[in-house]
């Protein structure tokens, strides 16, 4: 395309260079970076000072902002070519306010070309451990998956009225080695329970650099409006997933206990997975954001950690 008719060639070279906004930047939003290609400059949204070496560290250029204070936000209009949307919502209600106010303050300039926001699977609800694809209705059976369908709603809605290329992803169990918590070798060593067989749950995962991956992907490739699942080729059980890492790290299985006595020895937070069964199909992240998985199992991905902590 002619210099001249493109959006950014009439511009001096300083200003051609793509924007990415990354608002949310733990682990996954690192992962991102890290494999970004040099010609994008990274922006990451911080609400915390403390946190600016770690991101100037990263080869981020961080902003002050918050999302909980809309006013502080305005700066971000305009700034940036494409949004990765990371950060969760808040804990309380039924709506994501955070979202929201990212939205308002994007969608008042017209420079935006495409945002990714990173959700849960856990829109979905219970679905009885039926394959799923992504046109499955959503049921959130709490209030943590509801905020995330209202934020969803906030995301199609800067797709549809500014004309940027929104896309969602649905995100199961994120593990990895080196991701803080990311595997269960400190569940296992606690000896928390798990269902017993015949009244366990399908569950879902990602590995952290799989998904980081996808984000990447989606950022270029996701189509508008579009939701992809990002999971995954495993078939497990809760139980068959802990007892094939209890294998792996040489520790004992977790004891299975029926789900009435669960609800009296395990948290609600946990009861919670424990009451959502689905297999998520991964077709359209494959096809469409052409997503090679470097971990297609858990059991790649868990022996992994084993064999770097032999070496």
Same mark, same amino acid.
């Given at each position: 395309?002619?210099?001249?008719?493109?959006?950014?060639? #009439?511009?001096?070279?300083? =200003? *051609?260079?793509?924007?990415? !906004?990354?608002?949310?930047? &733990?682990?996954?939003?690192?992962?991102?970076?890290? *494999?970004?290609?040099?010609?994008?400059?990274?922006?990451?949204?911080?609400?915390?000072?403390?946190?600016?070496?770690?991101?100037?560290?990263? &080869?981020?250029?961080? !902003?002050?902002?918050?999302?909980?204070?809309? $006013?502080?936000?305005?700066? !971000?209009? %305009?700034?940036?070519?494409?949004? @990765?949307?990371?950060?969760?919502?808040?804990?309380?209600?039924?709506?994501?306010?955070?979202?929201?106010?990212?939205?308002?303050?994007?969608?008042?300039?017209?420079?935006?070309?495409?945002?990714?926001?990173?959700?849960?699977?856990?829109?979905?609800?219970?679905?009885? &451990?039926?394959?799923?694809?992504?046109?499955?209705?959503?049921?959130?059976?709490?209030?943590?998956?509801?905020? *995330?369908?209202?934020? /969803?709603?906030?995301?199609? =809605?800067?797709?549809?009225?500014?004309?940027?290329?929104? $896309?969602?992803?649905?995100?199961?169990?994120?593990?990895?080695?080196?991701?803080?918590?990311?595997?269960?070798? +400190?569940?296992?060593?606690? %000896?928390?329970?798990?269902?017993?067989? /015949? /009244?366990?749950?399908?569950?879902?995962?990602?590995?952290? /650099?799989?998904? #980081?991956?996808?984000?990447?992907?989606?950022?270029?490739? &996701?189509?508008?409006?579009? +939701?992809?699942?990002?999971?995954?080729?495993?078939?497990?059980?809760? %139980?068959?997933? =802990?007892?094939?890492?209890?294998? @792996?790290?040489?520790?004992?299985?977790?004891?299975?206990?029926?789900?009435?006595?669960?609800?009296?020895?395990?948290?609600?937070? @946990?009861?919670? =997975?424990?009451s959502e069964s689905r297999r998520m199909r991964n077709t359209r992240m494959k096809q469409e954001l052409r997503l090679a998985l470097q971990f297609p199992t858990v059991a790649q991905g868990l022996v992994e950690r084993v064999q770097r902590k032999r070496a």
């Amino acid at each position: 395309m002619p210099s001249n008719q493109s959006p950014l060639g #009439a511009l001096p070279s300083r =200003f *051609r260079r793509q924007r990415l !906004l990354i608002v949310g930047c &733990g682990d996954i939003g690192s992962r991102v970076v890290s *494999r970004m290609p040099q010609r994008v400059q990274v922006l990451a949204l911080t609400s915390q000072a403390s946190r600016v070496p770690h991101l100037r560290a990263l &080869g981020c250029t961080p !902003l002050m902002g918050n999302l909980d204070t809309p $006013s502080s936000l305005r700066r !971000l209009a %305009g700034l940036a070519h494409r949004v @990765l949307h990371l950060a969760p919502p808040a804990s309380d209600g039924w709506s994501d306010r955070r979202t929201k106010a990212l939205v308002q303050a994007l969608r008042s300039r017209g420079a935006l070309h495409s945002l990714v926001y990173g959700s849960t699977s856990g829109v979905y609800g219970d679905c009885q &451990g039926a394959w799923i694809d992504e046109t499955r209705a959503v049921a959130a059976d709490t209030t943590r998956a509801q905020r *995330r369908v209202d934020a /969803e709603s906030h995301v199609r =809605f800067l797709g549809r009225s500014a004309g940027v290329r929104a $896309s969602i992803l649905r995100i199961p169990g994120i593990y990895a080695p080196d991701r803080p918590g990311g595997t269960p070798q +400190v569940r296992l060593s606690k %000896g928390t329970p798990v269902l017993q067989a /015949e /009244e366990d749950v399908f569950t879902n995962h990602i590995h952290a /650099e799989d998904l #980081a991956r996808a984000c990447l992907l989606a950022l270029w490739r &996701g189509a508008a409006q579009r +939701v992809y699942n990002i999971n995954d080729d495993t078939q497990l059980k809760m %139980g068959d997933y =802990f007892d094939l890492a209890a294998d @792996l790290y040489q520790m004992p299985h977790p004891p299975r206990v029926s789900r009435q006595a669960a609800q009296t020895q395990l948290p609600v937070t @946990l009861l919670s =997975f424990m009451s959502e069964s689905r297999r998520m199909r991964n077709t359209r992240m494959k096809q469409e954001l052409r997503l090679a998985l470097q971990f297609p199992t858990v059991a790649q991905g868990l022996v992994e950690r084993v064999q770097r902590k032999r070496a």
